[in-house]
């Protein structure tokens, strides 16, 4: 399992580091699936070039990215075919309504059984999360973006409090579940 769940993305020289390793392989060949689909109202459009900026700080080539609003599922053979999938913030219920209602869900949720790496921004993030029902359930606890304070940098310990908070400058990476749990950044 390879997830890095954050509130602002690669906001960070450290996440960004982090993401950089998870991929495993030079980011020239990174091949992107970029999800806007949470975006649906001004502020959070405004905010997907910063987005797509964090895949391209990276390193990985704008031709390499190609853009996937879930008007559709995916199914899992071609979810394969890239080496990330990065779901950008906005609003979380129409988000998740989208995931569920193409059934990209059961795709997504192969891919990360398949050690496919996924970045979650906001919205993004809270997917996985308590927060809605019928989340996609990859960590059994409320999530909290966007947090003046977050959790203490460290390992976490399975099952995890009742609410993990994120700020803007930290993220929760997910590896080898339920031993590789950690905050990283501040």
Do not use: W
């Not at 359930?137 to 203490?152: A, F, N, W």
């Amino acid at each position: 399992m390879r997830v890095l769940l954050t509130s602002a993305g690669l906001e960070t020289e450290e996440i960004k580091e982090c993401f950089v390793d998870m991929a495993g392989k030079d980011m020239s060949f990174v091949k992107a699936l970029f999800i806007p689909t949470a975006a649906i109202d001004a502020d959070a459009i405004e905010v997907l070039p910063k987005c797509m900026n964090d895949l391209l700080k990276c390193g990985i080539s704008d031709k390499n990215i190609d853009v996937f609003d879930l008007h559709t599922g995916m199914e899992f053979e071609k979810l394969q075919q890239y080496d990330v999938v990065y779901l950008c913030g906005g609003n979380t219920r129409y988000l998740l309504g989208r995931i569920n209602e193409t059934g990209f869900h059961k795709s997504l949720r192969a891919y990360i059984n398949d050690n496919g790496l996924v970045i979650g921004v906001s919205a993004g993030s809270l997917i996985f999360s308590n927060n809605l029902e019928h989340n996609l359930g990859l960590i059994d606890t409320k999530l909290d973006v966007h947090c003046i304070t977050g959790e203490r940098r460290g390992k976490l310990a399975y099952p995890l409090k009742d609410n993990v908070k994120l700020t803007n400058t930290c993220a929760l990476v997910l590896r080898d579940f339920p031993d590789g749990m950690e905050i990283i950044g501040e």
